[in-house]
């Protein structure tokens, strides 16, 4: 996994998210996914944090895929950066 830390808003509808991380993770398949990392803290991130992937639903527009740490994972294996 790499990430960046979004501090300047892509659009006036995310000014009360930032700062927030988005992340290049590389699934358990092989490919990589370019989504934002939800419910951690930016100083949390590290290389080699297991991750899961989660679905957002809005009301309105498509779903998407965001990623969440795995913490039942991330005691049992910490050198595993596949999602």
Same mark, same amino acid.
């Not at 993770?25 to 996914?33: K, Y």
């Not at 370019?34 to 944090?49: K, M, S, W, Y």
């Given at each position: ?10 659009? =006036? /509808? @995310?000014?009360?998210?930032?700062? @927030?991380?988005? +992340? ?5 398949? +092989?490919?990589?996914?370019?989504? &934002?990392?939800? +419910?951690? /803290? =930016?100083?949390?991130? $590290? ?7 989660? @679905? ?10 965001? @990623? &969440?740490? /795995? $913490? ?5 294996? =910490?050198?595993?950066? &596949?999602?």
């Amino acid at each position: 996994m790499s990430w960046a830390v979004v501090h300047h808003p892509p659009h =006036p /509808d @995310f000014a009360e998210q930032v700062p @927030f991380p988005i +992340g290049l993770v590389e699934l358990a398949e +092989g490919p990589w996914i370019n989504a &934002r990392i939800v +419910g951690a /803290d =930016p100083a949390e991130l $590290r290389a080699g944090l297991p991750l899961h992937v989660a @679905f957002i639903h809005p009301e309105t527009g498509d779903s998407y895929p965001v @990623f &969440r740490i /795995d $913490r039942q994972s991330e005691s049992e294996s =910490p050198e595993d950066s &596949r999602a």
